[in-house]
């Protein structure tokens, strides 16, 4: 039983490396696109309280939204593989795993289950690349910053 459940791990990660990195590299690429969209690149710290306030809702909503649509594309792949049977249950099983939140009573197919893991490690990575950018953007324009 061992060696047949190592095997039909090959294709979890299989699927499961290829679309964290993917997420990643897209993540990262989200980030510095939204960077420079809002202007926060250095020295361009912002003296006005409510510009200050309208940048860092606006990042975090840009934030956001990369992270639904790289749960989405896991919910996609969980679809794709038959590990789960709509997207409903697709997308709040993999708003789940890459929150590590996890109290949604649903589960992928016993045969994929590796690859719901493998989505809870991208999500750590993604929230911590995440983590950075708000810190420096929030850094980089925070109005009370002495020059």
Do not use: C
């Not at 649903?106 to 911590?128: P, S, T």
């Amino acid at each position: 039983m061992g060696k047949r459940l190592a095997s039909l791990w090959v294709s979890d990660w299989t699927w499961g490396l290829p679309l964290l990195v993917l997420t990643v590299v897209a993540h990262v690429t989200a980030i510095v696109w939204t960077a420079k969209l809002l202007g926060l690149t250095r020295g361009s710290g912002v003296r006005d309280p409510l510009r200050f306030i309208v940048l860092v809702g606006l990042t975090a909503l840009a934030l956001t939204v990369y992270l639904a649509l790289e749960a989405a594309a896991w919910a996609v792949l969980y679809l794709w593989l038959g590990a789960l049977p709509d997207m409903h249950s697709a997308m709040l099983y993999s708003l789940g795993a890459i929150t590590s939140y996890g109290h949604a009573d649903m589960y992928l197919d016993h045969r994929w289950q590796l690859l719901g893991a493998i989505e809870a490690v991208n999500g750590l990575i993604l929230f911590g690349l995440t983590t950075a950018f708000f810190y420096a953007a929030i850094h980089e324009v925070w109005p009370l910053r002495r020059d």
